[in-house]
């Protein structure tokens, strides 16, 4: 029975994929009494840099009941083991950040700890050849992991590379055959209760009146609610994370459709190379402190599979973040939010993040303070432990050829990035804190494969009196075999879910 406090209309300001990923979410939890609008403008473009995820996106996707072919297909996607990072730590020299772990621990201690001891021996594979997604991706190969434990096929995890614009019809599609109402139209004003300064209502140039109990703000890094009416205020992150400014462009699709992302460090930043079944998707993210705008545009065009789609578009941000996620009755999702790099393709799942806690904390009209200040305590950290992450990539480096790479490897970073790279460096430890998105293999992935090598092992280690080079070298040929007998990428899309 609906309560006389239930919200009865939820207000979407933005489309694109922060906006339909939203109203299909909230179209599938809420199936009566209360109206869910989305209002955008066909004029208003959308950034749309998110085309590769994470694997927590194929959870959203399930919870939708979305056939995993079906959205493949209709989103030109392929799939992701990992990215592969080109001359990070250092020039020349690449590494894989899989997704799922390095082989399986096969003692009380982790197994990279006997990685570290056979290393220090002359006698240890490359990590990398460790685990099941980069045997299988460097190879070119995919197949959906199994669920049988025992089996070197259930060590590895995956997510995907589709067009976010075509993500977002096919989202529009799902929510409208729910009841979401879309407007189409540009906001004029935005108008609040004068008691509660909340949000009442927003007008179109047409005049018309839109009104809500619950505001979610999709419209992007302008935050039309969040700060133009709101004033909530942004965090400047640039310090740590210097890059401001990207180009972006598509470009042909390469001979093989590999099954990774590819990141790779430039004089002034990184690029990014996306593989779709009809294109390559690229961008150039850059600090405009250290290059020009056309010298950022000229390294992006001159480092593409095939010839380019369209001009380069260019993309200006501030990495950061809003003070509150969560003001009064005004909910900020995506880019309203924050912007993180998109060097990890965390930018969709921290909509679909935002989006969970949104369903997992809904309120009444009464905005309980408690709830509004729970979402906004798991959000901050969710945003903070994922930009240390990022953070992570900077400042490992032994790169000194440029002035960004120079000031992010003498750069004072936060505490807990500090307190991570210690213990590592010490012990070979991973140290967690709080509810980190990133596990220990990725944190291992980025330490080891950015020069961060321990002085030692764990101290328990050779209380152990366990020896297992011999172990290390049969996973290594086990991974390969059974990788070698995988389809390849671009087959398994064709037999199951090739856009045509």
Not at 133 to 144: C, D, H, L, T
Not at 262 to 268: D, G, M
Not at 297 to 321: C, I, Q, S, V, Y
Not at 379 to 398: A, M, P, Q, V, W
């Amino acid at each position: 029975m609906q309560s006389d406090t239930s919200i009865r209309s939820v207000v979407i300001v933005g489309g694109g994929t922060a906006g339909w990923m939203t109203a299909a979410a909230l179209g599938n939890a809420i199936r009566t009494g209360c109206t869910i609008t989305l209002i955008e403008s066909e004029e208003i473009g959308t950034v749309g840099v998110g085309e590769a995820t994470i694997p927590p996106i194929r959870t959203f996707n399930e919870a939708l009941g979305i056939a995993e072919n079906e959205f493949v297909k209709a989103t030109q996607g392929s799939f992701k083991l990992g990215i592969e990072f080109v001359d990070w730590g250092a020039q020349n020299h690449r590494y894989f950040h899989p997704f799922g772990s390095y082989g399986r621990n096969f003692d009380f201690l982790p197994l990279h700890q006997y990685w570290l001891a056979a290393r220090a021996r002359g006698a240890a594979p490359q990590l990398d050849d460790l685990c099941m997604a980069w045997a299988a991706a460097k190879r070119g190969k995919f197949a959906p992991p199994t669920q049988d434990q025992r089996n070197v096929l259930s060590t590895y995890d995956y997510a995907y590379h589709f067009d976010a614009g075509l993500y977002a019809q096919f989202l529009r599609r799902y929510a409208e055959a729910r009841g979401v109402v879309r407007i189409e139209g540009k906001i004029a004003g935005v108008s609040q209760h004068s008691e509660t300064g909340r949000v009442s209502h927003v007008t179109l140039e047409d005049g018309c009146e839109v009104a809500g109990d619950l505001f979610v703000d999709c419209s992007g890094f302008r935050g039309l609610l969040i700060e133009g009416a709101l004033q909530t205020g942004y965090q400047d992150w640039r310090h740590w994370l210097p890059s401001d400014s990207a180009y972006a462009v598509p470009c042909e699709k390469a001979a093989t459709l590999t099954p990774y992302t590819r990141s790779t460090a430039r004089a002034a930043g990184w690029q990014w190379r996306i593989p779709l079944q009809h294109r390559t998707g690229n961008g150039h993210v850059y600090c405009s402190q250290f290059i020009s705008d056309d010298e950022a545009a000229g390294t992006l065009m001159a480092n593409l599979d095939g010839k380019a789609l369209a001009e380069p578009r260019k993309l200006t941000f501030t990495t950061g973040r809003r003070n509150l996620f969560w003001n009064k009755n005004v909910v900020a999702i995506g880019l309203s939010g924050g912007f993180m790099e998109p060097l990890e393709s965390t930018s969709i799942h921290l909509i679909q993040a935002g989006i969970s806690k949104l369903i997992a904390l809904f309120p009444d009209r009464n905005f309980d303070p408690l709830v509004i200040d729970e979402y906004n305590r798991i959000g901050i950290n969710e945003f903070e432990r994922i930009r240390d992450f990022i953070i992570l990539h900077y400042k490992l480096t032994s790169r000194t050829d440029s002035e960004l790479w120079r000031y992010c490897s003498a750069m004072e970073v936060p505490e807990a990035v500090t307190w991570k790279i210690e213990h590592f460096r010490r012990h070979g430890r991973l140290v967690q804190r709080d509810a980190d998105l990133f596990g220990p293999p990725s944190w291992l992935a980025v330490h080891v494969g950015q020069g961060n090598l321990p002085e030692g092992t764990d101290p328990l280690l050779p209380l152990r009196g366990v020896d297992h080079a011999e172990y290390l070298a049969k996973l290594e040929a086990a991974l390969a075999r059974v990788s070698e007998g995988l389809p390849s990428h671009e087959a398994y899309i064709q037999q199951h879910c090739a856009a045509g």
